[in-house]
């Protein structure tokens, strides 16, 4: 299935974020979510779930993790690589949202991994940036592909709060459903990012001698519930 390159840049902050929409059409997508449901084998634990293709993703480095063998492609999964590279993602994540689910602002590893690509299945759910308190939500619709390069992909967080409503423009509350997102990761050549950002870059990080602590994403998760908490009361 021969891939259309009609991305294009959303005239939006961030700058950087470049989108398709209908990457596959509505037959194809239930197809997908089909195998979704039935045929593969998810970790038993409430909330956000996850399965690895090509290298798996380490969620305490934010790397790959060296000691996991090479998955190869699944069938179902070779039609769905962006064919504008030049080369396929050296590490997929399928990850699965059931209602209410989220996961916690963050900017990926800027040293392991260039730029990224997200494919969304299933039900719509918003996205907020951030960037100090610029805060810009970005409405995630089915069988839309999104990619992230530059400023929204460097400089910003990308997150989806956990809750099980999403307040619309017109302040109307659309529930949320069984979502599933497919995530394209390439490792960055060399391992250095050259941005600078020593907020957000473990590459300038350890440059100038200020590493910060990696924490977990639940320990991300908990913070991100403590601070809407707050901000609610």
Same mark, same amino acid.
């Given at each position: 299935?021969?891939?259309?390159?009609?991305?294009?840049?959303?005239?939006?902050?961030?700058?950087?974020?470049?989108?398709?929409?209908?990457?596959?059409?509505?037959?194809?997508?239930?197809?997908?979510?089909?195998?979704?449901?039935?045929?593969?084998?998810?970790?038993?634990? =409430?909330?956000?779930?996850?399965?690895?293709?090509?290298?798996?993703?380490?969620?305490?480095?934010?790397?790959?993790? =060296?000691?996991? =063998?090479?998955?190869?492609?699944?069938? %179902?999964?070779?039609?769905?690589?962006?064919?504008?590279?030049?080369?396929?993602?050296?590490?997929?994540?399928?990850?699965?949202?059931?209602?209410g689910a989220g996961i916690p602002p963050h900017v990926d590893a800027h040293g392991p991994y260039d730029q990224l690509y997200a494919l969304s299945l299933g039900a719509p759910a918003i996205m907020?940036?951030?960037?100090?308190?610029?805060?810009?939500?970005?409405?995630?619709?089915?069988?839309?592909?999104?990619?992230?390069?530059?400023?929204?992909?460097?400089? %910003?967080?990308? !997150?989806?709060?956990?809750?099980?409503?999403?307040?619309?423009?017109?302040?109307?509350?659309?529930?949320?459903?069984?979502? %599933?997102?497919?995530?394209?990761?390439?490792?960055?050549?060399? !391992?250095?990012?050259?941005?600078?950002?020593?907020?957000?870059?473990?590459?300038?990080?350890?440059?100038? !001698?200020?590493?910060k602590e990696k924490r977990s994403v639940m320990e991300l998760a908990a913070k991100t519930s403590a601070d809407d908490a707050s901000q609610s009361n």
């Amino acid at each position: 299935m021969e891939k259309r390159r009609e991305f294009k840049e959303l005239p939006i902050q961030p700058r950087g974020i470049y989108w398709e929409d209908d990457f596959v059409d509505a037959e194809h997508e239930q197809r997908l979510i089909s195998i979704f449901r039935d045929e593969l084998k998810w970790p038993d634990r =409430p909330g956000r779930t996850s399965l690895h293709y090509g290298y798996t993703f380490d969620y305490k480095t934010f790397g790959i993790d =060296p000691e996991i =063998p090479y998955k190869e492609f699944p069938d %179902w999964l070779q039609p769905l690589i962006p064919t504008t590279e030049v080369r396929p993602p050296d590490q997929v994540c399928l990850q699965f949202y059931p209602p209410g689910a989220g996961i916690p602002p963050h900017v990926d590893a800027h040293g392991p991994y260039d730029q990224l690509y997200a494919l969304s299945l299933g039900a719509p759910a918003i996205m907020q940036f951030r960037r100090g308190d610029v805060r810009i939500d970005v409405d995630l619709t089915p069988r839309s592909m999104m990619q992230m390069t530059g400023d929204s992909r460097l400089h %910003w967080t990308h !997150g989806i709060k956990k809750r099980k409503n999403d307040t619309m423009v017109d302040g109307t509350l659309r529930p949320r459903d069984h979502r %599933w997102s497919i995530t394209y990761r390439w490792l960055r050549d060399g !391992g250095e990012c050259e941005c600078g950002n020593v907020e957000h870059c473990d590459t300038a990080q350890r440059r100038r !001698g200020v590493e910060k602590e990696k924490r977990s994403v639940m320990e991300l998760a908990a913070k991100t519930s403590a601070d809407d908490a707050s901000q609610s009361n």
